[in-house]
């Protein structure tokens, strides 16, 4: 079964920072995608960014971007001048092929706090 | 329009209840899901809809009921719940259930159950 592990329960960073969260997994499929998810206090699980493991070249999107290491089976996800909306609970997640279904596997989350 | 709405917003049931909630999509996906999520937790899988029939049951105990009266509607019907049942249930869609397409969260429903 497929496995994703967020080691950082927690993280802080200041206001207009950098900040990096990692996220690692585990499967023996070929084929599958990887996703970050927001959930800030209002509740909704809103798609950051993902990355199809087949593309050697990493996702970006405006103040996101990822790290893909597909070898390391690492996915960790880069906020660059982090903002107070940024503050939020982050989810990494997997989604393989046949082997997994329609299964969305989440990892436990890292709860980011935004300090002014 | 990536929009998928949840009701109601907030639900307290006694245990002895019948109550019901509703999801609804306008996007045109084919692939509907419930979700439980306990505080502080990722959200745990409960059904998948795929083309309106249930593709995906994973173990969840039969006082809940899933529903999909058509592709934009997904129900989840609860009787004689119990207080461990106390969640946020999110329903999300994607266009098919295949892995590439990322799946639409609603802003969930938050039930107590007392």
């Known amino acids: 079964a497929q496995t994703v592990t967020q080691s950082q329960p927690e993280m802080s960073v200041q206001e207009a920072e950098t900040v990096t969260l990692s996220c690692t997994y585990d499967t023996s499929e070929s084929d599958y995608y990887l996703f970050w998810y927001k959930q800030p206090p209002s509740r909704q699980m809103i798609l950051v960014i993902r990355?199809?493991?087949?593309?050697?070249q990493n996702a970006t999107e405006n103040r996101f971007s990822v790290n893909f290491q597909k070898a390391a089976k690492s996915f960790s996800l880069k906020i660059s001048d982090s903002q107070l909306g940024d503050a939020a609970m982050y989810f990494c997640?997997?989604?393989?092929?046949?082997?997994?279904?329609?299964?969305?596997?989440f990892g436990e989350g890292t709860q980011l706090t935004v300090n002014p | 329009d990536t929009e998928v709405t949840q009701t109601p917003k907030h639900l307290v049931m006694g245990m002895t209840n019948k109550k019901s909630l509703k999801c609804e999509q306008h996007m045109g996906h084919r692939a509907m899901y419930w979700y439980k999520q306990k505080a502080k937790k990722p959200p745990e899988l409960m059904f998948v809809?795929?083309?309106?029939?249930?593709?995906i049951n994973e173990s969840v105990p039969s006082r809940f009921s899933p529903e999909c009266p058509n592709s934009s509607l997904l129900n989840l019907h609860l009787h004689a719940l119990q207080p461990e049942d106390s969640a946020l249930y999110l329903c999300a869609s994607s266009e098919t259930p295949d892995s590439l397409y990322e799946q639409y969260f609603g802003p969930g429903t938050r039930l107590t159950v007392t």
């Open positions: 809809y795929s083309y309106e029939k249930l593709s």
């Open positions: 990355q199809e493991a087949y593309k050697q």
């Open positions: 997640a997997y989604r393989g092929g046949e082997t997994s279904g329609s299964r969305l596997t």
